[in-house]
């Protein structure tokens, strides 16, 4: 079972009281994007093995978005932070390459 | 490749079974193929078996990392059904359907297809509209089913809750010859026949990486070294990201765990299938007695093949609800394996950003039923560089063009 700690209330809680809201960071196309670039930002997915960055909402507690990281191949956390920072904080990303060497990061 | 018939087990019963020849041969890699297959799963065996019988094309190697039908072809529920609604989905769902029916006979061997028939139960107001609506455009399509009431629903499977407390059984929708069939037969069966056409399935034959040339697929790299393709077929189900990353595009595709599991052997209860897709639970029998037990998938990216246990619970729960004779039954094993999930539920049989290289992916919670049509539809992709008119509704251009197959609203939760 994952268990990811919002980060807005600090609660330490298990998938069944979260909602999953799938990649995190996407880059939404604007209004003059061509299709391919808006069929990349709806469609095209990186769904890597590894480290990846999430939204998930405390839906049955505080309500609110949230990002996590984590790894697809392990299930492990490497941290979460409000859905409204725009890209990972610096220290979640030094701690993720410690541990993920080949990790090749956001592009 | 020697023919199975009742005559053989009569001669090698008489010898002890010592004469038996390895079921699909185990060759070395050579360093170049006309097409290269990447995934020993279902859908790349009959891909290749369709390009040997359909189109003549027999330099071909499936390779597997790890062993042959290990994928979710081994890990799934086998349920077969071709009761659609849309109109892409009934036409190659329903050829692999029809091409089930004669497979242990085309193949020579014994993939026990079971047409005992697959009932998806209404439970709601909401659900059992969508069924009739599916039973008429079904009716269109030339796909035989019915919607049928609760008192048949009780004549097929006397056990069941008709007035569950929650979720009272409506009616249900009815396909007669849906059913199961043996998933590993059914990959060995096509690894024997491509073997038989002289083709190479190698396992424990990981791809790490993809190489081109102008713009075209030259190569693959493997834990076996670099092997050189005319034409690449990417058939890797929940791998198909990873794949399409080597190859330098994208998917429209998420991996998630599904979950599955099995009780202790009982005597004979259920000889239909029944599907329960509001209480999201779905239970069949299998010849050996067990009660073949599936569910949700998980709503969040995963590549461990180990499901969430809420799961679990919620399948679990359904069915003690629409059948409490099993409420004491004991769980035997669970497992789960990695599936390939698209937006619109329909799967990718495509042509992709790089010439040569084509993908067969996307079939996600549901796909062990399309193996044969799957094949033949892809076989021909690969052959012509074209799609068939099975394959063509399912191309990658169709999210881009908004032209999506919704089967999200039709196929629940399930399979
Ligand atoms: C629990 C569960 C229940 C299901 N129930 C049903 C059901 O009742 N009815 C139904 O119709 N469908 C069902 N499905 C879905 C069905 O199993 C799949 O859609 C289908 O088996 C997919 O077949 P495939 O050949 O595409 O993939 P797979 O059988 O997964 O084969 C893909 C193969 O590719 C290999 N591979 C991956 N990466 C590489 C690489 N880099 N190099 C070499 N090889 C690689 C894998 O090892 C694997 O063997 C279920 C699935 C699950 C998990
Ligand atoms: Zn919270």
Same mark, same amino acid.
């Given at each position: 079972m994952l268990i990811l700690t919002c980060p807005h209330c600090g609660i330490a809680a /298990? @998938?069944?009281?979260? *909602?999953?809201g799938g990649e995190a960071h996407l880059k939404r196309a604007g209004p003059e994007a061509s299709d391919v670039e808006f069929e990349a930002y709806m469609f095209a997915r990186r769904n890597p093995l590894?480290?990846?960055? @999430? &939204?998930?909402?405390?839906?049955?507690?505080?309500?609110?978005?949230?990002? *996590?990281? &984590?790894?697809? /191949?392990?299930? @492990?956390?490497?941290?979460?932070?409000? *859905?409204?920072?725009?890209?990972?904080? *610096? /220290?979640?990303?030094?701690?993720? &390459?410690?541990?993920?060497? @080949?990790?090749?990061?956001?592009? | 490749?020697?023919?199975?018939?009742?005559? +053989?087990?009569?001669?090698?019963?008489?010898?002890?079974?010592?004469?038996? %020849?390895?079921?699909?041969?185990? %060759?070395?890699?050579?360093?170049?193929?006309?097409?290269?297959?990447?995934?020993?799963?279902?859908?790349?065996? +009959?891909?290749?078996y369709y390009l040997g019988k359909n189109h003549g094309i027999t330099d071909v190697a499936v390779l597997e990392k790890g062993w042959l039908g290990g994928g979710n072809t081994g890990r799934n529920t086998t349920i077969i059904r071709s009761n659609y609604l849309q109109d892409p989905s009934a036409a190659i769902y329903e050829k692999a359907r029809s091409l089930y029916e004669t497979m242990s006979r085309d193949l020579n061997m014994n993939v026990m297809f079971s047409p005992r028939g697959v009932m998806?139960? +209404?439970?709601?107001?909401?659900?059992?509209?969508?069924?009739?609506?599916i039973a008429e455009a079904n009716a269109l399509q030339g796909v035989s089913t019915e919607f049928i009431s609760p008192r048949r629903v009780r004549e097929l499977v006397p056990?069941?809750?008709?007035h569950g407390?929650?979720? %009272?059984?409506?009616?249900?929708?009815?396909?007669?010859r849906g059913g199961t069939a043996r998933h590993d037969a059914v990959a060995w069966a096509y690894a024997r026949a491509c073997s038989g056409m002289g083709m190479h399935v190698i396992q424990q034959c990981e791809v790490t990486g993809i190489e081109s040339r102008g713009g075209r697929v030259s190569a693959v790299n493997t834990s076996r070294g670099t092997i050189r393709c005319n034409r690449l077929a990417l058939v890797v189900a929940g791998h198909s990201g990873r794949l399409a990353e080597m190859a330098g595009f994208r998917l429209p595709i998420e991996s998630v765990a599904l979950q599955a599991l099995v009780s202790e052997p009982v005597k004979p209860m259920l000889d239909v299938v029944v599907m329960a897709n509001t209480v999201h639970g779905y239970i069949s029998q299998s010849d050996k007695g067990e009660l073949v037990i599936g569910g949700g998938a998980d709503g969040f990216n995963n590549y461990t093949q180990r499901g969430s246990f809420h799961h679990i619970e919620e399948t679990v729960r359904a069915l003690c609800e629409t059948f409490p004779a099993i409420g004491r039954l004991r769980m035997m094993r669970q497992w789960g394996g990695i599936v390939d999930m698209t937006g619109d539920r329909s799967p990718i049989l495509s042509k992709t950003p790089l010439a040569g290289c084509y993908v067969n992916c996307g079939w996600g919670t549901g796909g062990f039923k399309a193996i044969p049509g799957s094949g033949w539809a892809m076989a021909e992709l690969v052959a012509n560089d074209a799609p068939g008119p099975l394959a063509a509704p399912f191309s990658l251009s169709r999210f881009r063009e908004g032209r999506f197959i919704d089967e999200s609203v039709a196929a629940g939760v399930a399979h």
């Open positions: /298990d @998938e069944t009281e979260l *909602a999953p590894g480290v990846h960055f @999430e &939204r998930w909402r405390h839906a049955m507690g505080c309500g609110k978005w949230f990002i *996590a990281a &984590r790894a697809t /191949d392990t299930l @492990e956390v490497f941290g979460t932070y409000p *859905a409204r920072t725009e890209a990972p904080p *610096a /220290d979640l990303v030094r701690r993720i &390459r410690r541990k993920r060497p @080949e990790w090749e990061g956001l592009p | 490749m020697r023919r199975y018939s009742a005559w +053989a087990i009569l001669r090698e019963g008489l010898r002890l079974h010592r004469g038996w %020849p390895r079921v699909w041969e185990n %060759p070395e890699t050579r360093a170049a193929y006309d097409v290269v297959i990447v995934g020993a799963g279902g859908h790349g065996l +009959a891909t290749a998806m139960l +209404a439970q709601t107001e909401h659900e059992k509209r969508g069924y009739l609506r056990m069941i809750n008709i407390p929650r979720y %009272p059984v409506l009616g249900a929708l009815w396909q007669p």
